[in-house]
């Protein structure tokens, strides 16, 4: 059985431990928190580790990972660029994974936004995201993973809502919107908006169990692989066109 590593107490790493706990494949070798990541410094290497706990675990996360190699795959939202340089500087060190999002659908929307915002040159384009109210960051990461999917090259500007006499909307605009509310565990759609036309691009979550199940599918895979920086996409879609 593989031994796991689960660093995160909250809503998304209780449901990832109970998963792993419930698959039969992998044992829960540890459980830490943001107040107990000093805990990592004791124990040895795993045959993955899972973080879904907040940026202020990481350099504990890193000591840990370049201390003993342990494969990472990790979903802390809310990093900083600088802590998403030293996220992908453990790739030296050991497979390392990162994604806002660990939906198998939203991986899909994803690559089917890309594809739309290609063919659909000249449509107005606009994300809107939806979580519970308890979610501390805006907007999403997921909606930055679909913002950097319709413009990668950066081309456009993001807006980040609308107030007041704001003028006509520009023809190089994408606007970004959070909405917060309830339980919601996650919505996202990506609206393309032509001439007497519209298509709507739509994810949603009903349950975190989703998320835990992509991050425990990453994380098997993630341990089959070389050092190095890899995204949700690259194992997921790797494997399923080979």
Not at 1 to 10: C, F, N, T, Y
Not at 129 to 149: C, I, M, R, V, Y
Not at 204 to 210: E, G, L, T
Not at 220 to 239: C, D, N, S, V, W
Request: aromatic share 6%; net charge negative; glycine share 10%.
């Amino acid at each position: 059985m593989k031994q796991l590593v689960v660093i995160g107490a909250g809503r998304m790493g209780t449901e990832v431990a109970n998963l792993a706990a419930q698959s039969g494949e992998w044992e829960l070798a540890a459980q830490v928190d943001v107040t107990t990541a000093g805990l990592l410094e004791t124990l040895g290497r795993a045959d993955a580790a899972i973080d879904f706990s907040a940026p202020g675990s990481l350099d504990a996360v890193a000591a840990y990972v370049r201390r003993t190699g342990t494969p990472l795959v990790s979903g802390t939202t809310g990093l900083s660029t600088q802590q998403m340089e030293t996220l992908r500087a453990l790739g030296e060190d050991a497979p390392v994974l990162y994604s806002a999002n660990y939906s198998v659908g939203v991986a899909v929307l994803r690559r089917l936004a890309a594809e739309a915002a290609r063919m659909l040159d000249g449509f107005d384009i606009e994300i809107v995201e939806t979580h519970h109210n308890k979610k501390a960051d805006a907007p999403s990461g997921t909606a930055k993973l679909l913002l950097a999917a319709v413009d990668p090259d950066g081309a456009c500007s993001a807006v980040y809502g609308r107030e007041g006499m704001c003028g006509v909307r520009t023809a190089r605009e994408i606007g970004v919107h959070a909405v917060r509310g309830g339980t919601v565990a996650g919505e996202h759609t990506v609206a393309f908006f032509g001439d007497s036309e519209e298509v709507r691009l739509t994810h949603r979550a009903d349950s975190r169990r989703i998320f835990a199940a992509g991050a425990l599918r990453a994380a098997k895979a993630l341990a089959a692989r070389e050092p190095g920086f890899y995204t949700f996409e690259e194992i997921l879609f790797t494997q399923e066109e080979h």
